[in-house]
């Protein structure tokens, strides 16, 4: 239960395209979904997060869609870009638990070709 | 404003030895995060710390590992006695309760 499945594992996209990388958990306990984006050499760092009371949340060219019926969510990025390539994580927590205290997805590696 | 600090960014060590990992947490925020990093595990929380009291360290592997946190702006992981299934990266985050964490550029450690 305390879980997040996240997939693909690795991701290659041309430039200009759409990437999606989806997650799954199964604890509805969690009401807190943030992404991470991380490069190499580098931790983590916060993308964009969202929680249930939305379906959808965009900051600019990445999109948060999140299906509570089916404890789905997943990241769109739109007119994706090489500087874009690094891994994604997906996380998720209960928002009234210890804030940070993140049960984080395996990671997909994705790789934006010029 | 200064980030997560870790040191060293790098170690190798043989095995046996002990490795000690250090981190400064951002001023200000209170709750601190370590982290182990593996391609077959990805990020497994080891311990947290809230107001420099450990909360939960039922991500610590074994008895091998320990972490302290005297003050708001200090906290080490130790390894001892070290083991190469323990080459990671390590990394520790902090957050003033905001729901971000904030990383520092972890320490890789490799142990033969």
């Known amino acids: 239960q305390q879980q997040v499945k996240q997939s693909p594992q690795s991701l290659i996209v041309q430039k200009g395209g759409i990437s999606i990388i989806n997650c799954a958990y199964e604890?509805?306990?969690?009401?807190?979904f943030p992404w991470y984006q991380q490069f190499p050499g580098k931790g983590p760092a916060l993308l964009i997060a969202i929680r249930p009371d939305v379906s959808e949340k965009k900051e600019g060219r990445f999109t948060i869609s999140f299906n509570k019926s089916a404890k789905q969510f997943s990241l769109h990025i739109m007119d994706s870009q090489p500087g874009d390539s690094a891994t994604y994580f997906c996380a998720a927590n209960p928002w009234g638990g210890s804030q940070g205290n993140l049960i984080f997805g395996k990671g997909t590696k994705l790789s934006v070709k010029p | 404003d200064a980030g997560v600090i870790q040191s060293p960014r790098h170690e190798v060590t043989e095995m046996g030895q002990e490795v000690t990992l250090r981190c400064k947490p951002i001023?200000?925020?209170?709750?601190l995060f370590w982290y182990r990093q593996t391609m077959m595990r990805g990020l497994e929380l080891l311990i947290y710390f809230n107001n420099n009291v450990p909360i939960d360290d039922s991500g610590m592997p074994e008895d091998r590992f320990s972490a302290k946190m005297p003050n708001a702006s200090f906290s080490t992981l130790k390894i001892q006695p070290s083991e190469p299934r323990d080459s990671a990266v390590y990394f520790c985050?902090?957050?003033?309760?905001?729901?971000?964490?904030?990383f520092g550029e972890g320490s890789r450690l490799t142990v033969l």
């Open positions: 604890n509805t306990a969690f009401d807190y």
């Open positions: 985050a902090s957050t003033r309760s905001t729901g971000e964490l904030f």
């Open positions: 001023s200000g925020h209170n709750s």
